[in-house]
């Protein structure tokens, strides 16, 4: 009864987002107060909620970590339990954990101008409903839906074995010397796949379509020596700087030099398989980077493959059959178990309630500023990492950028912070699409997502060098953040309506 229910700053999710935004209030904002919500029993997020066997980053850390918390695990591509205790090294170390508030789900929050405060309605884990205030609302939710994932619609007619999503992995699932059918094709099934191979019999990887592959070691070789030699952030700092020029070149020379990536990846493939190679299955019908490359760390598929314990098929499916999958060339299957690795179901803003004034708020119609906040939406940031490189890169500059925003307010008294894009601003607007990917998650979503400006600041990159330059350099009030106190009228009463359509 006697804890705070007011605060400066909300946090939504206790993953990588929310930790990252709580750590950089208390290195830039001290003197602002705050609580992170969490609906689930633990902290990690995405970490914490897939417990899928091999469950792993298919980022290497030194990007994947903070910028301000060194990476000290000599494998650079983390397991979840390892990227867990990261976590909780930093919410020990820099006493955030006292302010995370555990089976906390947000279902709505209301920004009153008049009050510059949201009042966000949450629901215990018991079944309780509580209302907290703040002058801001930051979300590390997320982009999809904790709840469910996506259903691909198979009907799974005569199937007498068992059937399950990597999202919701049953704890005591026996699978040793059982045949195994993963259907999918992404980093998920990528992973699960060889992870299944040591205890069970056969995993068959079956995918309608072929993704683009890379391996490397799980240890970062360069970073573990650099370790020995300088001290740790140091080190962590030199090897970070190359991680995010390497992920910026191999992406750039995969857009404007496509075939000689090809080229360079199935050459890798076919080094690694010998004989088990086989064209039709490694063999995209988009070049690389059209959706996300999948990693495979110190080549775990195709020595799984090349051990006789796992492959992969290519086709569709005709029916599901009581000993596993007929493909419509007329080969089955066999299965024990199936795993529909057929990806997630995306969420915008953690299908919170968001409203202003009591006007909802329609996000496929706000347009993202800079990558962090939404037209005409006050004092209300989000994170959604990049696609072409490490999520938490976005996280760190968002959280940084909310913070010199926080401190700018309290300088200068004001309560309220909003980029104001006004109907006449809109109209010159050209619009962007906000995801140039192929990948099925994200073509499913383009509805529902907020909308992108060809012109920065209304539009989210997928250039995190070019963005951390801008959010460092450009000035705070750059004539679009719109700054006012408590009960002035920021956004014209026809732009509020125009938002919420």
Known sequence: MSAPTDFDVLIVGAGISGIGMAAHLEMHCPDHSYSILEMRENLGGTW?????PGIRSDSDMHTLGFVFEPWKNEKSIADAPAIIDYLNTIV???????????????LSADFSEADARWTVVVETADGERK???ANWLYLGSGYYDYDEPYDAGF??????????????????????????VVIGSGATAVTIVPSMADKAEHVTMLQRTPTWMFSRPAKDKFANILRKFLPEKVAYKITRFKNIRMQDISFKMARNKPQKVKDALTN????????????????????PWDQRLCLVPDADLFKAMNAGKAAIKTGRIARFADNGVELENGEVLEADIIVTATGLKMAVCGKIAVSVD??????????????????????FAVVFGYLNASWTLR??????????????????????????LTSAA???????????????????????MPKNAIDYPWRLNQEYVADRKRMESDPIEDGVLTFARAGEHVIPESEQLEAAE
């Not at 690694?272 to 299955?281: F, I, M, T, V």
């Not at 906000?434 to 990948?439: E, L, Q």
Request: with cysteine.
């Open 48 to 52: 914490d909620l897939f417990r899928y």
């Open 92 to 106: 020990d170390e820099r006493d955030i954990r006292r302010h995370i508030r555990y089976g906390h789900r947000v």
């Open 131 to 133: 209302r907290l205030t």
């Open 155 to 180: 009907e799974l007619g005569d199937f007498k074995g068992q059937v399950l999503h990597p999202q919701f992995w049953p704890e005591d699932l026996d699978y040793a010397d059982k045949k195994v």
């Open 268 to 287: 890798a493939i076919k080094e690694a398989l010998g004989s088990n190679y086989d064209e039709a299955s490694f063999t995209p019908p988009y070049d």
């Open 358 to 379: 009591g006007k909802p708020v329609d996000f496929a119609q706000a347009y993202y500023y800079k990558g962090c906040m939404f037209s005409n939406v006050p004092n």
């Open 395 to 420: 996280a760190d500059i968002n959280s940084d950028y909310v913070c010199r925003v926080l401190n700018r307010m309290k300088a200068t008294g004001r309560d309220i912070a909003v980029p104001l």
């Open 426 to 448: 809109k109209a010159e607007l050209e619009d962007d699409d906000i995801f140039d990917f192929s990948s099925g998650y994200i073509q499913r979503s383009k509805d529902i």
